[in-house]
């Protein structure tokens, strides 16, 4: 299951988000909780296209498409020298797929900062360099290992080689994504789970009057993204969080009012679909709709072995069409075949986002 840790410095507003995403109803606090036990819980990716799929199918059972959101504690400054709730929190995000960064732009007499003032960018910074820590402490480890043995193997000295490549990115303070590895360089490094290496998605948390679009402190935040090539997402996370609660039609009257097109909630679960480079591929009929998740670039047995091993084992073929042909020929499979969209693709076939795929398979 993938899921997405999210993180930030005590009180910037995680709990809040989670609740905003999951619906969950975590507690939020106006002090630090400290707590090391995370707040979890599954959400339905949101898709259009599956929702069409469904009302045009009508089918039993409906299977959208999931992910799991990890409402970490804060993670404050020295936590990778083991302060506050240091270590414990580093494994969990060492556990995630992703992160959800969440900076604190809302004041709130009533919530204390933990460095005083409200600086989005400096906090971004300081969380930042905690996960750069702890990073380089994972290969300091690794090194003094290597080096304390007698021989090194050739293995072990590509891996020297590559870890110190790592390092020295690190120590130029920046993160491990920026180093460009490949495929087989991250499969290399896989095994030490690099929180540095890991998609981020970035979210400013706003307060509801906080509406002016350039403001400064989000002006700065919007720099920093940019610059560091990290998606940038705007919340108003108590009012959100407040909205979240209501019944589905309620929601969408507030939303009117307040100018919001669409929900914070669907816009960061398909944010972080999209940063986990995922894709969705449908299998639909009367009985079930449902959407699968695979990895870009993932190909039809992979497909096949999402759904079953059995299929993977007995592929012959899939059938394929994608969603767009399938709605611009009038949903009919008939015509989708006599227009030539409707396809029969072996086992290298690509998969793209949206295909509806149909397993042909024999065991
Ligand atoms: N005014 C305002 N207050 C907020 C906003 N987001 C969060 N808060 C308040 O800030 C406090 C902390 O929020 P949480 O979501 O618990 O923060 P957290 O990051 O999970 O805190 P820890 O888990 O203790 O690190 C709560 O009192 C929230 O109501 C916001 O957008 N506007
Ligand atoms: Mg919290």
């Known amino acids: ?9 005590p ?36 898709d259009e296209r599956f929702d069409h799929l469904v009302e045009f199918f009508e089918p039993k059972k409906i299977t959208p498409a999931t992910v799991e959101f990890v409402d970490l504690a804060g993670l404050s400054r020295n936590a990778s020298k ?6 414990a929190f580093l494994s969990f995000v060492g556990e995630s797929d992703a992160l959800v960064h969440v900076v604190r732009l809302f004041e709130n007499p009533d919530v204390p900062h933990p460095e ?54 690190l120590l130029e ?6 180093l460009g590895l490949s495929a087989e360089e991250l499969r290399l490094l896989s095994g030490f789970a690099f929180v540095t290496l890991k998609p981020e ?13 350039s403001m400064p402190q989000l002006e700065a935040l919007r720099r920093l993204a940019h610059e560091k090539q990290i ?27 307040l100018g919001i097109a669409e929900s914070g909630r669907n816009r960061l679960i398909s944010e972080a679909y999209a940063l986990l480079g995922l894709i969705s591929f449908f299998t639909t009929g009367k009985d079930e709709v449902k959407a699968w998740t695979l990895l870009g670039g993932e190909t039809a047995v992979d497909a096949a072995g999402t759904i079953h091993s059995d299929l993977a084992r007995g592929f012959i073929r899939a059938q394929v069409v994608s969603y767009v042909d399938f709605i611009a020929h009038d949903r009919s499979l008939a015509k989708c075949r006599e227009k030539g969209v409707l396809r029969l693709e072996g086992k290298e076939y690509i998969v793209a986002d949206g295909d509806m795929i149909e397993i042909r398979f024999n065991v």
């Open 1 to 9: 299951m993938l899921k997405c840790g999210i993180i930030g410095l």
């Open 11 to 46: 009180l910037s507003g995680k709990s809040t988000v989670f609740n905003v995403v999951t619906r969950a109803g975590a507690e939020v606090k106006a002090y630090a909780s400290g707590k090391t036990d995370p707040n979890k819980a599954m959400v339905n990716v949101p």
């Open 82 to 87: 083991g302060e506050g709730v240091g270590n």
């Open 116 to 169: 005083d003032t409200v600086d989005p960018v400096r906090d971004w910074n300081i969380v930042e360099m905690e996960l750069i820590f702890r990073d380089l402490a994972v290969i300091e480890n690794r090194l003094s290992r290597l080096a304390a043995k007698k021989k090194n193997i050739p293995a072990e000295t590509a891996e020297k080689d590559l870890l110190e490549r790592c390092q020295t990115c």
């Open 173 to 178: 303070e920046r993160p491990l994504r920026e």
């Open 201 to 213: 998605l970035l979210v400013a948390n706003l307060d509801e009057t906080q509406t002016d679009d």
């Open 231 to 257: 998606r940038l997402v705007k919340i108003f996370g108590k009012m959100e969080m407040e909205l979240a609660e209501l019944p589905e039609e309620e929601q969408k009257e507030f939303m009117g009012e």
